[in-house]
């Protein structure tokens, strides 16, 4: 084996889509591997748990682990992970703050399951069977990862050193922080390895942004026309720009749709949906309750407009559960 640093990734709850995004860094990529020694990377390569489980505690030198936190698998590898790196780091949104996984803390777990195995109009299952942790078959037992009642991000489950936002983060902001880790640089530990600074600073729409704003109705993107040179606050299209931490290269305003806020908040802010609320809420025209609920009415998912990717650490979190998590569950 190489003395080369070793480097692991891992997906939870995910979509793949940041598993994408490391090979997105196209011929990139040989520098990486160049680098480093990919000692865990499931997607890609035949790796076990036991590999890991083989290994010396802390004999990882970094591990980037995507996803959300659901199952009980998840939890323990994230588990694992961490005690076999020196350096754990949430990689996109979801292991950052739960991302879009997260958006299923609006249900109990019981509803979800009640939905996805019996009531969906595409599920044919007459006999109503769930899935079971355990199941025994001519002697043979089998099992499955446990389904908890919360969605949570990597850093509600384990220590986390750094954490690289976006859904996906660019190959770029991937290539500066592992390069930065591998330089010996270690910022303070809990740093997002992005800019400080609202997506705005960045914005080429910047300039048309409003000073002061008013609206007597919101827009969205496929039934407002924006001009391309055009902020989308102006239009009275929701942006989170302002609530949102820069560092994408503003590549949805760029391609002519809003920030919907993947890079989580600032620093300075503690609850990303709820700056944006309030930044919008105080610049409606309205006066009379009835009046400024039309014109909030006109936003029809608030929630999944302005906690996208980010409930599971937000100040609300999730709607309230009566359903928790025991050994069993
Ligand atoms: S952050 Fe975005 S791209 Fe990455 S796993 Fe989550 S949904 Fe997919
Ligand atoms: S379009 Fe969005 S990100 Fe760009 S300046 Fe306006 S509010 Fe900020």
Redesign the pocket.
């Known amino acids: 084996m190489s003395d080369k640093p070793k480097v692991g990734l891992y997906?939870c709850a995910?979509?793949?889509?940041?598993?994408?995004?490391v090979v997105d860094l196209a011929e990139d990529i040989l520098a990486v591997v160049d680098a480093v020694d990919i000692v865990f990377w499931p997607v890609a390569m035949d790796f076990k748990k036991s590999d890991i489980e083989a290994m010396p505690d802390a004999s990882i030198f970094a591990t980037l682990v995507?996803?959300?936190v659901r199952t009980s698998e998840q939890e323990e590898m994230a588990r694992l992970l961490r005690r076999k790196s020196q350096v754990l780091i949430a990689?996109?949104?979801?292991?950052?703050s739960g991302?879009?996984?997260a958006l299923a803390n609006l249900y109990e777990k019981e509803r979800i399951l009640q939905y996805v195995y019996h009531d969906a109009s595409t599920v044919d299952n007459t006999e109503g069977v769930r899935p079971q942790a355990k199941h025994s078959e001519n002697g043979f037992a089998v099992t499955l990862p446990r389904f908890r009642a919360t969605v949570r991000s990597l850093g509600q489950v384990v220590d986390v050193d750094y954490t690289i936002p976006?859904?996906?983060?660019t190959p770029r902001l991937l290539k500066e922080a592992l390069f930065a880790l591998l330089g010996g640089a270690r910022p303070p530990k809990g740093t997002v390895l992005a800019p400080d600074t609202a997506l705005c600073d960045e914005c080429p729409r910047r300039d048309s942004k409003p000073v002061d704003l008013h609206f007597d109705a919101f827009g969205r993107p496929h039934t407002t026309l924006v001009r391309d040179d055009t902020c989308f606050l102006a239009a009275a299209v929701p942006c989170m720009g302002p609530a949102t931490r820069g560092g994408c290269e503003a590549l949805c305003p760029s391609g002519n749709m809003p920030c919907t806020g993947?890079f989580g908040p600032t620093s300075r802010v503690l609850d990303q949906g709820a700056k944006m609320m309030s930044s919008l809420a105080s610049n409606i025209g309205a006066e009379e309750p009835e009046a400024i609920r039309s014109v909030l009415d006109t936003i029809p998912d608030p929630l999944g407009t302005f906690y996208r990717?980010g409930l599971a650490t937000s100040l609300l979190r999730r709607v309230h559960n009566s359903q928790t998590d025991s050994p069993q569950s």
């Open positions: 997906w995910s979509c793949g889509g940041c598993e994408e995004s995507n996803g959300a990689y996109g949104s979801c292991a950052h991302g879009i996984p976006g859904c996906p983060p993947c990717y």
